[in-house]
Nanobody
Framework: QVRLQESGPGLVTPSQTLSLTCTVA??????????WMWIRQPPRKGLEWIGV???????SYNPSLNGRTSISRDTSKNQFTLQLITVTPEDTAQYYC??????WGKGTLVTVSS
């Protein structure tokens, strides 16, 4: 069973960069044909797909985030990282990392506030 765990600051100041790390256990993030995603859910709203990093290291992002997103990985640590720049209070959300087979982390709340 794959286990995913999000980590990072719970509070980010507006205009700064949100950075979260997902640590994966039970499967290599380089497993062929595997895809590793970030998803968020703002308060009282639905789920929003942020982006994905594939087994090859290539990435795709939700265009609605206007190029503010970057996902990278450290295969030696079996981790992948989300960076979201120039955050606003509208980026306040529960952030989840997930594998495309349905395994999700428990999520972490990030609040953007001064």
């Amino acid at each position: 069973q794959v286990r995913l765990q999000e980590s990072g600051p719970g509070l980010v100041t507006p205009s700064q960069t949100l950075s979260l790390t997902c640590t994966v256990a039970g499967e290599s993030i380089s497993t062929p044909y595997s895809n590793w995603m970030w998803i968020r859910q703002p308060p009282r709203k639905g789920l929003e797909w942020i982006g994905v990093i594939h087994d090859t290291g290539s990435t795709s992002y939700n265009p609605s985030l206007n190029g503010r997103t970057s996902i990278s990985r450290d295969t030696s640590k079996n981790q992948f990282t989300l960076q979201l720049i120039t955050v606003t209070p509208e980026d306040t959300a529960q952030y989840y990392c997930a594998r495309d087979n349905g395994d999700w982390g428990k999520g972490t709340l990030v609040t953007v506030s001064s």
